[in-house]
């Protein structure tokens, strides 16, 4: 099997365990437990270690469970984030369980901003959009 398959497998699996279990969460902009997590919110963040990374999506444990989270398409900005790396994310919760993330910051403190939390992505206008307005 190639590792973007079995990456997907993994994703499945860890939704079908985690999310159905979530505990409520009101909305807040302090840090949040991944284990405490389950309705949608703004400004969720969360902060851990990255377990796994395909692309632009990546898995994120804190030790109290484990997070899917979407950073955009790849063509819009490459984030790189590796394995073992400690970072901290603020998003809102996607319907299907995952953190779509709108800034993720490393260890370091620089932060990689992937897309204003008001508001349609900007790269939701798919790859034909005029890319004037792309990041760096």
């Known amino acids: 099997m190639n590792k973007q398959l079995l990456f997907g497998l993994a994703l499945a699996a860890i939704s079908a365990m985690t999310i159905p279990t979530l505990p409520t969460l009101a909305q807040t902009q302090t840090r949040t437990r991944i284990s405490d997590l389950q309705q949608?919110?703004?400004?969720?963040?969360?902060?851990?270690?990255?377990?796994?990374?395909?692309?632009?999506?990546?898995?994120i444990d804190d030790g109290t469970g484990q997070?899917?989270?979407d950073a955009g398409p790849r063509w819009w900005r490459e984030i790189n984030l590796k394995s073992g790396e400690q970072v901290t994310v603020t998003g809102e919760l996607g319907r299907g369980g995952e953190l779509d993330a709108y800034s993720i910051t490393r260890a370091d403190g620089s932060v990689i901003d992937i897309r204003p939390p008001q508001g349609p992505p900007p790269w939701s206008g798919g790859a034909r959009r005029d890319r004037g307005a792309r990041p760096n």
Do not use: A, E, M, Y
């Open 40 to 59: 949608r919110t703004n400004g969720t963040t969360v902060s851990g270690k990255v377990t796994q990374s395909v692309g632009n999506d990546f898995i």
């Open 67 to 69: 997070l899917i989270v």
